[in-house]
């Protein structure tokens, strides 16, 4: 099994020795990780989630890893910032802007500049009077077949599953089946209006942008990807194509691991433009001949987004709006920028858990919402295909995938959830997993501390036994 899918572990976050070449804040030991992890977590958990400073920094800083224990934090409501300090580290600070969320800065982009991005956006709501799914209220109409107290049993035993210093672990679970709502439950603190964070669950959000821009004959799958760094004559990184990247088979350098001089930290806590830094990186293998988990590739992938869609903040964000977020009724949700404007498409959207279980429906119902088609067929059908030079049939298109056997060397993610399940993962244990066969969607959201695990395939296999296939009454 694939012990973590997402982002790396964070227990190996250390030592960075350079400084980013598009980047100005040097990240040079684990504390100075420390408090730019825990300016950007902070001040997205006050500001965009809406929580106490106190709660942020017990349940989500100190609780992290070992190194952000020591940090503290001083919040400026006035101007919008957080910044995170520590014994012996650089004191690091976030900015807050109410329509895209939180932006680690590094000292290279003024203040000023940072506001006139988004200063003709207005900030989004997290509710709406609609009928679910396009909105929050619950239509009345036929009943899905569930055994409801097994349901709400096994919803209740996923809550109870703490860590071992008290932290909240499950903050949210959502059930849907046969469109409905069948099951949904919060940690206290938290309720349906909290914006919580996916990690790597967001690649499959950025990578619906560029299906979008794909089913508009924008980009092509097959083509070349139109990255500036690699235009230039004989590079080799030319010939890269938009499904390589897509499916992690780019043959790009790009170090995920959180260790010693990773490109990870360089590009997630130092640079200005992340999509830019693991864009300027070598290519390593041929391209499409092996597999590798890359956040790079996913933010090169946003630099994609933020270049076809206008070059800017703005632009960018009003693209993700009215093509995505507002026709799927995900009304709450944001992917943060960095502060070249650029969305940060590998780590850092923000929904309700209402907003990533509208997102699995959208693609529970192979690319439809509201009636409407957003997504065609090519597009949903591609990101479940496994792409080949994975070692197994576990990744498609941004999406991990359940395919494969019960044990081996093609072994399935989670044995006892059905083959066609396809999920977005993140770290801390978020998951959004969309399972046809059982017409159910189903959201996990929560805080794993490193070294412990949510075990999906127990909790959400008791979940899927209660509901009957696909199957709503008349």
Request: charged content about 20%; glycine content about 10%.
């Amino acid at each position: 099994m694939i012990r973590h899918v997402s982002r790396a572990s964070l227990a190996g976050l250390a030592l960075v020795a350079s400084t980013a070449a598009l980047g100005g804040e040097k990240v040079s030991a684990p504390a100075d990780l420390g408090t730019a992890v825990s300016a950007q977590i902070a001040c997205a958990g006050i500001f965009v989630t809406g929580r106490a400073e106190a709660d942020v920094l017990r349940d989500d800083i100190h609780a992290l890893a070992p190194f952000t224990r020591a940090v503290t934090l001083s919040v400026d409501r006035k101007a919008n910032t957080v910044a995170a300090s520590a014994p012996g580290a650089t004191t690091r600070t976030a900015l807050y802007r109410q329509a895209v969320g939180c932006t680690l800065l590094t000292g290279n982009v003024a203040r000023d500049v940072l506001e006139r991005q988004a200063a003709k956006l207005k900030p989004l709501k997290t509710q709406s009077a609609k009928p679910w799914p396009m909105g929050d209220a619950q239509p009345a109409g036929a009943a899905v077949k569930v055994d409801q107290a097994a349901l709400d049993k096994a919803v209740g035993d996923a809550f109870e599953e703490q860590n071992k210093d008290g932290y909240p672990d499950t903050r949210a679970i959502v059930v849907v089946q046969g469109g409905k709502i069948v099951a949904e439950r919060y940690a206290p603190g938290f309720d349906r209006n909290s914006r919580l964070l996916g990690w790597s669950a967001s690649k499959s959000i950025g990578g619906t942008l560029i299906g979008l821009l794909v089913d508009d004959g924008v980009l092509k799958l097959d083509a070349p990807a139109p990255v500036p760094e690699w235009q230039g004559a004989g590079d080799p990184r030319g010939k890269i194509t938009l499904c390589q990247l897509l499916t992690m088979s780019s043959g790009l350098r790009f170090v995920e691991r959180y260790d010693p001089g990773t490109d990870s930290i360089a590009m997630l806590f130092a640079a200005s433009d992340m999509g830019g830094l693991a864009a300027s990186l070598p290519l390593d293998k041929a391209p499409g001949t092996v597999w590798s988990y890359s956040s790079g590739t996913s933010n090169i992938l946003s630099g994609i987004v933020f270049r076809a869609t206008g070059g800017s903040l703005d632009a960018v964000t009003r693209f993700a709006r009215k093509r995505l977020f507002e026709p799927a009724g995900m009304t709450s949700t944001i992917i943060e920028p960095d502060e070249a404007g650029a969305q940060i498409g590998s780590s850092y959207a923000y929904g309700t858990a209402r907003d990533w279980a509208r997102f699995g429906l959208l693609y529970l119902n192979d690319g439809v919402a509201g009636g409407k088609r957003l997504l065609s067929r090519d597009w949903v059908d591609f990101i479940r295909t496994p792409t080949e030079a994975a070692p197994r049939p576990f990744y498609g298109g941004q999406f991990w995938l359940n395919l494969g056997d019960d044990a081996g060397d093609r072994r399935r993610i989670f044995k006892d959830l059905p083959r066609d399940t396809f999920m977005a993962m993140g770290h801390n244990q978020q998951m959004v997993a969309v399972i046809p066969s059982r017409d159910t969607v189903i959201v996990r959201l929560g805080w794993t501390p490193e070294g412990q695990t949510f075990d999906f395939n127990k909790y959400f296999s008791r979940i899927v036994a209660t509901l009957a296939p696909g199957a709503v009454a008349p």
